[in-house]
């Protein structure tokens, strides 16, 4: 098992170093200059000349990547001078003449636009998007897997006729357009009864500028992130039950005489979680990994509204520093998964 968990480990790194290398090279190949997007149109010659000097635009592509991967790196040599202390939170290995190599932390570079940290700027937005996720993706699982077992228990119903019809309409409409209605109707026409608001944080300052959780601003997202995984997870349960329930071992369990609820939530539920688990680890990594058009609409202040912005301004390391995030979410869920998989499973087993 260890093995197994040092092998998927290494594979991500390497999805890790192609994802940085590709996005990257797109990102400073693109015919947008960072220096004149911070300076504005009006700035004079000298100026962005400075600042692409200082930015490190004025390098060739195989060097920026070059030293943004040594940034990354959680082994690397660099000189003990007090910039290299102020990048960089390290610990000295092995001297090399004047510089060290060293054991220290990704440094994921300043912002290009407001000069803060990027690490500073996911740690702010990151808890935001991820409560979002959780809520969401609770939400799908506490209504889709019951209502995908009843819809399989009641097979050609009008109870399970309404919950498939009922699935398709909610997968097919994208998150934002919910994401619209819900805050036009619940945050705004309907706000005195709902108390719910059209724009909003999960965290903030009240009144008083004391800070402070606003869990109400919660409610719309988390119901226009779960509409559509709602849907998927109805759907696969269903399927995924009725092809349990008509496998051999099932008919010899009812012929044994066991109870009903026993041979459902104990030997079909259970075999039946498998492509279920599958499709909860996709959604909750794309949700946690940043829900952009639900947070712009909600001005809920997370990964995916602070990607967007990073985007509109090309502010790369902010980009960059969201996407190896994302990557990083999506590598670890997976890896969680399959490690799931050999528990709930007794049919799978890691040789």
């Known amino acids: 098992m260890i093995q197994y968990i040092i092998r998927k480990l290494l594979y991500g790194l390497v999805v890790l170093f192609l994802v940085v290398v590709v996005i990257a090279s797109i990102i400073y190949l693109a015919p947008v200059d960072p220096a004149r997007l911070t300076f504005g149109q009006r700035s004079d010659t000298a100026s962005l000349e400075s600042k ?14 070059g030293k943004y991967l040594k940034d990354l790196s ?3 040599v660099i ?8 990048k960089y939170s390290y610990l000295k290995l092995i001297p090399i003449g004047d510089s ?9 570079r300043e912002s290009f636009q407001t000069g803060k940290s990027v690490g500073a700027i996911l740690k702010a937005s990151v808890p935001r998007t991820a409560i979002l996720a959780f809520s969401a993706i609770l939400l799908a699982i506490v209504i889709g897997i019951p209502l995908g077992v009843a819809a399989a228990l009641r097979q050609n119903s009008m109870f399970d006729n309404t919950a498939v019809v009922t699935s398709v309409l909610g997968f097919s409409i994208p998150s934002y357009v919910s994401a619209m209605l819900l805050a036009v109707f619940f945050g705004y026409y309907l706000s005195a009864y709902t108390g719910l608001q059209v724009s909003g944080s999960v965290y903030g300052l009240d009144d008083l500028g004391d800070e402070r959780y606003f869990w109400a601003n919660l409610i719309l997202p988390a119901i226009a992130l779960g509409i ?12 995924a039950m009725l092809d349990v329930l008509a ?4 008919r010899t369990a009812k012929a044994k005489g066991l109870k009903y609820r026993t041979i459902v939530f104990k030997h079909a539920l259970r075999n039946a979680m498998n492509p279920v688990i599958t499709a909860v680890s996709g959604w909750f990594a794309a949700l946690l990994a940043g829900a952009f058009f639900v947070e712009n609409v909600f001005q809920f202040n997370g990964l995916g509204q602070v990607t967007v912005n990073a985007l509109l301004t090309y502010d790369i390391p902010v980009v960059l520093g969201s996407v190896l995030f994302t990557a990083s979410v999506f590598i670890l869920v997976n890896i969680l998964v399959d490690l799931v ?3 709930i499973d007794p049919r799978i087993r890691v040789e």
């Not at 692409?52 to 990547?65: A, F, M, S, T, W």
């Not at 060290?100 to 994921?108: C, D, E, G, I, S």
């Open 52 to 65: 692409r000097q200082e930015l490190g635009l004025d390098k060739p592509l195989y060097i920026q990547l």
């Open 74 to 76: 959680p082994l690397a």
């Open 79 to 86: 000189e003990d001078s007090p910039r290299s202390k102020e």
């Open 100 to 108: 060290y190599f060293v054991l220290k932390t990704p440094y994921l």
């Open 228 to 239: 559509r995984p709602v849907a998927i997870i109805t759907q696969l349960t269903r399927s």
């Open 247 to 250: 496998q051999d071992y099932i």
């Open 341 to 343: 998989y050999v528990v």
